[in-house]
């Protein structure tokens, strides 16, 4: 079946506009999770979703992230007045309940100039 | 919250040789998870370790779980090609919360 897809694969944007990155889990799938990977950071993650339940949003760096889930599949991650050290590849993952495996998507290579 | 420490960071190993990689973690272990990553792409999930002394293995790769040292390790026997690329370990963020917190990796490179 299809895996977790995000769009676009790419961005390049400006500092100080906002992105928007999307994310489409795999079909079945509750658990809906928002990593960022950096060079100096590694692995991060950002914001959690289960089904219908508030979204675990402690991860976010600072309050221009924000992220919703529409309709308990689709996610979108929103990164307003974009900062430079906002460059990074953001990964969406799903996994079929809150602690099983998670699949990840192939990420969004952001680059803010 | 939890922190993992992999070692070693980087690794070069000729083809056809095994080889270990370590996971520590700085809290108490309730999961952990193995993931490779090819450069420039997403995580593919390998294993998922649940319980102490669990060991589970597929194709050329073993992955074993220690709670009492708090530690996992992944063992590839005769290395191939296929094998390079960065290996992740990740845990639960611990206290209840979700999403995973990952080590920085390890990189392997396959020599032929």
């Known amino acids: 079946g299809a895996g977790v897809s995000q769009s676009p694969s790419n961005k390049v944007t400006e500092k100080g506009k906002d992105v928007e990155l999307r994310c489409d889990p795999i079909?079945?799938?509750?658990?809906l999770y928002w990593y960022r990977q950096s060079l100096g950071q590694g692995l991060e993650f950002l914001i959690y979703?289960?089904?219908?339940?508030?979204?675990?949003k402690s991860g976010l760096p600072s309050d221009r992230f924000s992220a919703e889930r529409t309709g308990g599949s689709v996610s979108t991650l929103t990164i307003q007045r974009t900062q430079q050290e906002d460059s990074a590849v953001y990964l969406c993952?799903?996994?079929?309940?809150?602690?099983?495996?998670?699949?990840f998507g192939p990420g969004t290579r952001l680059t803010v100039t | 919250s939890q922190e993992l420490e992999q070692s070693p960071q980087s690794l070069i190993v000729q083809e056809g040789k095994n080889l270990t990689i370590n996971c520590t973690s700085s809290?108490?272990?309730?999961?952990l998870y193995w993931y490779k990553q090819k450069y420039g792409e997403g995580l593919i999930f390998l294993m998922m370790?649940?319980?102490?002394?669990e060991e589970k293995s597929h194709e050329k790769i073993t992955a074993k779980l220690d709670e009492k040292k708090q530690q996992s390790s992944l063992h590839i026997t005769a290395s191939q090609p296929s094998h390079a690329g960065i290996y992740l370990c990740?845990?639960?963020?611990?206290?209840?919360?979700?999403?995973?917190?990952f080590g920085k990796g390890t990189h392997l490179i396959i020599q032929p």
């Open positions: 993952a799903s996994s079929l309940w809150a602690q099983g495996e998670q699949y």
């Open positions: 079909s079945g799938h509750t658990a």
């Open positions: 990740g845990a639960g963020r611990g206290g209840g919360a979700d999403g995973l917190t």
């Open positions: 979703f289960q089904g219908n339940s508030a979204p675990d």
């Open positions: 809290k108490t272990l309730y999961g």
């Open positions: 370790l649940q319980k102490g002394g």
